[in-house]
């Protein structure tokens, strides 16, 4: 009866003539007669190698003669080793696993850079590799996260609350601490880039209420609700004295509020003009008294923004961006210059 090492000789004759099935049929008997040799596993590797499509049990034909190779000398052991590494190397690459390939065989030219064909299959390795395309370079602006000089805060009112919103995207709640006192607010956030953004408002204007005061992490923005101690009080400011008396605030990344009551006064004012406009004012007036304060809110913005040529009471759309001058038609719209 053949020993293992016959058999192992027999499988190596058949696999230079190119005979693998043959080849990969006696190994099998060689390795079934004797397990613990790694030089068995490395030749079966290279012949499903040879094989095609047999890249999974080159793979791990490769990784057991690895195993096996700790109880040998270490100068056998290395070069063993090396061919193992090869082999895993070689098995990975036809599998497009290209980094993890190109890291089994340098690790193999450090045992043995000798190793016969390790040179082409570092080369083929490298080739695919400078395939792929490389990541770019996410701008910070993309994803939201901006310096603390371009981070963007608004503020407005209503009866009960100040709301304070702050543009940044995509934050996540453990990234935020917000801290509010009777008088004061700070806000800190911290950014991917290793930074943070922080909002100090210490005094504010008027008493707030922290117990009954909120903030939410929406896609967009940072939204925080402060309650006023003093309802229906409206503040002129945000921060330090405030002097605007019953202004009504629109959202700001300025600490002074714009003073609407004066625009409101302003608009009344149309009234003394020829019929037709007067209704048009009056209209308006009507409207914005009767209605809730997302809809004044875009009322007053398009209104202004537009120079009085649109007049929309969709906030959602409105405070998309600027409102643009649109005048009738046949009309140009031109700036005023002094």
């Known amino acids: 009866m053949a020993s293992a090492e016959d058999l192992y000789k027999q499988a190596n004759d058949a696999f230079f003539e190119d005979d693998y099935d043959e080849a990969l049929e006696l190994y099998n008997k060689a390795i079934e007669m004797d ?59 036809e599998l497009k696993n290209y980094q993890e ?69 995509n934050v996540k709640k453990e990234t935020v601490d917000v801290y509010m006192t009777e008088k004061s607010l700070s806000v800190t ?24 005061s909120k903030y939410e992490i929406l896609s967009t923005k940072i939204e925080i609700k402060l309650k006023k101690a003093n309802a229906g009080a409206k503040w002129g400011v945000l921060e330090g004295e405030d002097t605007i008396v019953g202004s009504v605030a629109y959202p700001s990344s300025a600490k002074h ?15 003394e003009k020829p019929e037709g406009e007067a209704a048009l004012n009056s209209l308006f007036q009507q409207l914005y008294k009767d209605a809730d304060d997302d809809t004044k809110r875009a009322m007053l913005k398009s209104y202004t923004e537009s120079s009085g040529t649109c007049l929309s009471t969709n906030w959602n759309e409105v405070s998309k961006g600027h409102v643009e001058t649109k005048p009738p038609e046949g009309m140009v719209a031109k700036k005023w210059t002094s």
Request: aromatic letters at 8%; hydrophobic letters at 35%; charged letters at 30%.
């Open 35 to 93: 397990a613990t040799n790694p030089e068995y596993f490395l030749k079966r590797s290279a012949t499903y190698q040879k094989m095609k499509k047999k890249s999974k049990e080159s793979l791990a034909d490769a990784e057991k003669a690895l195993s096996l190779i700790e109880s040998t000398e270490q100068n056998e052991q290395n070069s063993i080793k090396a061919k193992a590494l090869l082999r895993k190397g070689i098995a990975l690459f």
């Open 101 to 169: 390939a190109k890291n089994a065989l340098e690790s193999s030219k450090e045992l043995n850079a000798n190793e016969k064909s390790l040179a082409t299959w570092l080369k083929k390795t490298e080739a695919e590799l400078e395939k792929i395309p490389k990541p770019k370079p996410t701008p910070p602006d993309s994803t939201g996260f901006l310096s603390q000089s371009r981070v963007r805060h608004e503020w407005y009112q209503n009866e009960n609350f100040i709301i304070i919103s702050i543009f940044i995207k």
């Open 189 to 212: 956030v911290k950014l991917p880039t290793g930074s943070e953004y922080s909002l100090e408002l210490d005094p504010l204007a008027h008493e707030i209420v922290p117990k009954e």
């Open 257 to 271: 509020a714009k003073n609407w009551d004066a625009l409101e006064k302003e608009i009344s004012k149309e009234q």
